[in-house]
């Protein structure tokens, strides 16, 4: 009996020799989360002998994953029982994953990717099936179809999938969980990935066009951020602009919208929000605001009821808040019916001894007010 157990295969993704296998696959046992991960997985044998970790699908193979690897001890015997060890049914070999004859000394199989840095990358980082995923941090490389990335890096499919579906938290824009959980240097890329990275790809575009014009209409491309060597934006208008400026997306149209000064987020930062009630000022245009000729209808705003802020939502179908009015007592300002005279701060608190922070002239707090086109009223940023 026991040398039965010793010499039984393993689950090529939980390693079990305890469950039964499958009748089709002798290397996936009968779980049904096993059974879910081989249908997403490549079925195809490395020249190596072993398996590859990918998913199905690809043109190229990971780099061999597992360690120790067929082919490291005896590259000669390696390539001899290849033939034998590939001779189970419903299996192929990838020829794609061998960049020439040369083998390296951590890898067998090397992904001859598009990108040769991507390759000088994997080799530097080299991954084996029992390393833990570096955004699930539960389960090995191993246990689950894994991508590797333009950058190099390795993750399970499903764990990328999973970020990329979360997106941001909150209802600000943010980027952060478009780029590898690694180097952060970069967005994830594969091609696998590209029905859910190009569409906020092309989010990032728009935002990073608007803040950009937001940076230039404020007349702070000059900053001391940008123009000093020391600062982390140094030369990088773009990224300070993103960093400084809070933008939203609209439910209705799901462009992006600006919002203010982001300092004028963070103080609302983890407060629930229902993403149907942020509306652009054109969607949410209940006063007709006339379309601006030159800017369209990309930045038109609105003034928050119940102080002098511009508003970021939009709900009821009648009321206009900014996020700390909405976020600390929206639901409390609603019945209310005496308002302090302008200027009034946040949570409709009368402001003593500064001029109105939006710098206009504007009906009384507790009515509707359309500002229009912040970029050509150069109204202040938060």
């Given amino acids: 009996m026991w040398n039965e157990l010793t ?48 998913i199905a699908g690809e043109e190229k193979c990971l780099p061999c994953l597992q360690s120790p690897c067929c082919g490291d001890s005896n590259q000669a015997s390696a390539t001899a029982a290849a033939p034998a060890a590939t001779s189970t049914a419903n299996t192929t070999v990838c020829s794609s994953s061998i960049t020439g004859s040369s083998t390296d000394d951590n890898t067998c199989c090397n992904n001859n990717g598009a990108n040769g840095a991507v390759i000088e990358v994997a080799r530097a980082v080299h991954y084996t099936a029992d390393d833990t995923c570096a955004i699930c941090y539960t389960d090995t490389l191993g246990e689950a179809p894994a991508i590797q990335l333009s950058c ?9 999938d999973t970020l990329l579906e979360k997106q941001w938290s909150g209802p600000r824009i943010s980027f952060q969980f478009l780029k590898c959980p690694s180097c952060e240097d970069c967005f994830m890329e594969h091609p696998s990935l590209d029905t859910r990275t190009i569409p906020m790809v092309g989010l990032f575009k728009r935002v990073k066009e608007k803040a950009l014009l937001r940076l230039e209409v404020d007349k702070e491309l000059e900053n001391e951020a940008i123009t000093n060597p020391c600062s982390e934006f140094y030369q990088k208008p773009a990224e300070y602009a993103m960093k400084r400026y809070a933008y939203y997306l609209c439910h209705d149209c799901e462009r992006p919208y600006f919002g203010g000064d982001a300092q004028c987020a963070v103080q609302v930062v983890g407060a ?28 038109i705003a609105y003034k928050c009821r119940y102080c002098c802020t511009l508003a ?71």
Avoid at 36 to 49: D, T
Avoid at 152 to 160: D, E, P
Avoid at 277 to 296: A, D, I, Q, Y
């Fill in 7 to 54: 010499t039984r295969q393993a689950c090529r993704f939980c390693k079990s020799t305890e469950q039964r296998l499958l009748s089709t696959h002798r290397d996936v046992c009968t779980k049904r989360q096993c059974k879910e991960r081989n249908a997403s997985a490549c079925s195809k044998r490395l020249p190596c002998g072993d398996w590859c970790g990918g």
């Fill in 152 to 160: 190099g890096h390795i993750f399970h499919k499903h764990c990328c």
């Fill in 272 to 299: 629930e929000f229902d993403p149907q009630e942020l509306m652009c000022g054109h969607c949410s245009n209940v006063r007709g605001v006339e379309v601006c000729p030159k800017h369209g209808t990309d930045f």
């Fill in 312 to 382: 970021v939502y939009f709900c009821w179908g009648t009321t206009h808040f900014c996020p700390i009015c909405h976020d600390v007592n929206g639901g409390e300002l609603r019945y209310q019916t005496k308002f302090p005279s302008c200027p009034v701060g946040p949570t409709c608190k009368k402001l003593e001894g500064v001029p109105c922070p939006l710098g206009i002239k504007h009906p009384p707090t507790g009515e509707e007010f359309a500002i229009g086109c912040v970029v050509c009223l150069d109204l202040p940023r938060c």
